[in-house]
């Protein structure tokens, strides 16, 4: 399976790297994150063994087990998916990095708890009902992010979901609007907010073409899940 991984790896950053020539930047802007929710503890020890540094999951009772049974210091790990304020003491604690603060709700229990961990704000660019995340207003997100960095949390950029529809034209515009909303709040609040997590299997190389600085990879790494 380690071999499998192994060969996914190479041809996704070979993607990559394509994206970024047509885009002008520097493969090395970007980060492969591996997302092994719904996988076992095993595919979490082969993906790094391929030679994957960061690990996401979207569920803070399924990763945390796994965080816990490895060891912080095994991989960077980020929590991806949704977060319920009764979760933030362990999500913390398991977690490296939190990638999906949505709500005032959270990032108020974070700033209660004194949070030193690195967090990103999720924003819903594309629109679509049922999506988490702040939506895609500067004024909204200025307000919040200020808040957040002014009570000394450590909110270091934005992530996104793409729109479910991977038209490229629709892809593209949500990932250059996550960008664009990213350069208004460092001209606002002189905050570098250096990451932009966004692009999946499906529409990574969009994402990269785009600006993403961390792309989100489950099935096209580690196969289907399960
Ligand atoms: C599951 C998940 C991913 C990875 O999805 P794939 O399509 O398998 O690459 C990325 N980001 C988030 C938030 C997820 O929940």
Redesign the pocket.
């Known amino acids: 399976m380690t071999t499998g991984i192994r060969e996914n790896l190479e041809a996704v950053r070979e993607r990559i790297g394509n994206a970024c020539a047509l885009s002008g930047r520097s493969p090395g802007e970007v980060g492969v994150m591996a997302?092994t929710?719904t996988h076992p503890v095993e595919t979490v020890r082969a993906a790094v063994a391929a030679g994957v540094t960061v690990i996401?999951e979207?569920r803070v009772t399924e990763g945390g087990r796994k965080t816990r049974e490895l060891g912080a210091g095994f991989a960077e790990f980020h929590l991806?998916?949704p977060l319920h304020v009764r979760e933030v003491r362990q999500a913390l604690r398991d977690f490296r990095w939190i990638d999906s603060v949505d709500r005032v709700e959270v990032a108020g229990e974070m700033i209660r708890r004194k949070a030193s961990n690195p967090l990103l704000v999720e924003v819903n660019t594309s629109g679509e009902p049922g999506k988490k995340g702040f939506p895609p207003d500067p004024d909204v997100l200025v307000e919040v992010v200020g808040m957040m960095v002014g009570e000394g949390l450590r909110v270091e950029g934005l992530m996104t979901?793409g729109p479910l529809t991977l038209v490229e034209s629709d892809s593209r515009r949500a990932f250059s609007l996550l960008r664009e909303l990213r350069d208004r709040l460092r001209g606002s609040l002189g905050t570098p907010l250096e990451n932009l997590s966004m692009g999946?299997?499906?529409d990574f190389v969009h994402a990269v073409r785009e600006g993403s600085t961390m792309v989100?990879?489950?099935?096209?790494l580690l196969g289907e899940r399960r």
Do not use: Q
């Open positions: 997302v929710k996401g979207n991806i998916g979901v999946m299997s499906d989100r990879l489950g099935r096209v």
